[in-house]
């Protein structure tokens, strides 16, 4: 393997990791990809590739929409709410508010919503910006056909996507105010952060203890929150953090993370609640993980 590819595959593998999470929701399958988007790019005759950039990015995504096809199976059997995996993000994330945007719980569930190949297009196209025959030569459409996919996928995230994003103010007093009122159990605090159709979704993956279908509504879900163990166990440390580039509440038992909670704020008031309790899911809250457009 020569230097060169070795130094252009270190160069854009932070893209190329964004560019499988964003695919797959999967932080472990994701890097599955890079690996297999690493073998393939050692076999690689440097001499015909002009855009090693572009190159990789259409390995990747080949490689993401097979894994993509499985997961779907996979996800077929899950026990309860199937959520992305979260990842702990650096600060400079948040400050992208397109691809803060585009890695929240609550488009990666939208781009659920897709078939493997729009979720593909619309990834590649409204969040990196690939030429459209870029990505025909990645999904192994035409640029004709490429184009249709893209309009039918923008149109469908359009119109489950999360509403016009909050100010940074907005968020922060709706997050301060929610951490409060969990960590006092102040019922009457949750009610006036939560948004009357809010909805918190539980993914124990069969392993924790998750609400296994969603809860909806403003009393339903301070309800459970108020009478849930968050923070009464002795061990119990509840912490803020950066998740998926949005606020989130990080619950360690005995200094292992237990709950990952992920916010969604919209006009002032908190419409999602994303908590993670499935083991499997939590290895990335211990560093932060880098992503990049």
């Not at 025959?133 to 893209?150: F, L, R, S, Y």
């Not at 009122?181 to 809010?198: E, F, I, S």
Request: aromatic residues 6%; hydrophobic residues 45%; charged residues 25%.
């Amino acid at each position: 393997m020569s230097d060169t590819a070795t130094e252009a595959f270190v160069a854009h593998r932070n893209l190329l990791f964004t560019v499988a999470y964003e695919m797959l929701g999967s932080a472990a399958d994701a890097e599955d990809v890079l690996q297999e988007t690493w073998l393939r790019w050692s076999g690689v005759d440097l001499g015909g590739v002009e855009n090693p950039r572009a190159y990789l990015v259409r390995i990747v995504t080949r490689q993401a929409l097979g894994r993509l096809r499985t997961l779907g199976r996979r996800k077929e059997s899950y026990v309860g709410p199937w959520l992305p995996e979260p990842l702990l993000t650096t600060p400079d994330v948040a400050d992208d508010v397109e691809l803060a945007d585009s890695v929240s719980m609550a488009m990666l569930l939208v781009l659920e919503t897709l078939t493997p190949t729009e979720r593909a297009v619309f990834v590649l196209r409204e969040v990196f910006d690939v030429a459209y025959d870029e990505i025909a030569e990645a999904v192994g459409k035409t640029p004709a056909a490429v184009h249709q996919i893209a309009h039918r996928a923008r149109a469908h995230v359009a119109a489950r996507r999360p509403r016009a994003a909050p100010s940074p103010a907005e968020t922060r007093d709706a997050f301060e105010a929610f951490q409060r009122a969990v960590r006092t159990g102040d019922l009457q605090g949750l009610l006036d952060v939560l948004a009357p159709d809010v909805v918190f979704l539980g993914d124990g993956g069969g392993v924790a203890q998750a609400v296994l279908t969603p809860v909806v509504g403003a009393e339903r879900v301070a309800s459970l929150l108020a009478a849930s163990a968050l923070v009464k166990a002795d061990a119990a440390t509840l912490r803020p953090a950066q998740v998926n580039g949005h606020p989130a509440l990080i619950l360690r038992l005995g200094g292992e993370v237990d709950t990952v909670v992920a916010v969604r704020v919209d006009e002032g008031r908190i419409t999602g609640l994303y908590a993670v309790r499935n083991p499997e899911k939590l290895s990335r809250m211990e560093q932060e993980t880098a992503l990049r457009r």
